[in-house]
């Protein structure tokens, strides 16, 4: 993902996306990355995912707002739902992400 345009016309495609900001360089977001997909994988498994290396791409994290890595934010239909950045409980998280997707997916 490259431009501003590319990342806005995944998010209005996807009935539910979560794009994954991080740096290379950024321990936590190496550790907590496969912990996210996985957890996705098994829990909500239609959620399409987009990821960008935040320090290669800067006009992308500044349009989103994000100033730390790694950053975590959720989409349903369009809308952004939710964001979580540093530490995530994916606990929380999936409480969270539970009703809406259930609504957006009619499980």
Known sequence: METIEEALKAIEN???LMVYF???ECAPCKALRPKIET????????FEKLYIEGTS???LTAHFGVFGFPTILFFFEGKEYRRYGKSVSLN????ELERVYNLVFET
């Open 14 to 16: 996807a009935q539910a």
């Open 22 to 24: 991080y740096s290379e």
């Open 39 to 46: 957890f996705l994988r098994e829990e909500f498994p239609r």
């Open 57 to 59: 791409a800067p006009s």
């Open 92 to 95: 929380q998280l999936g409480s």
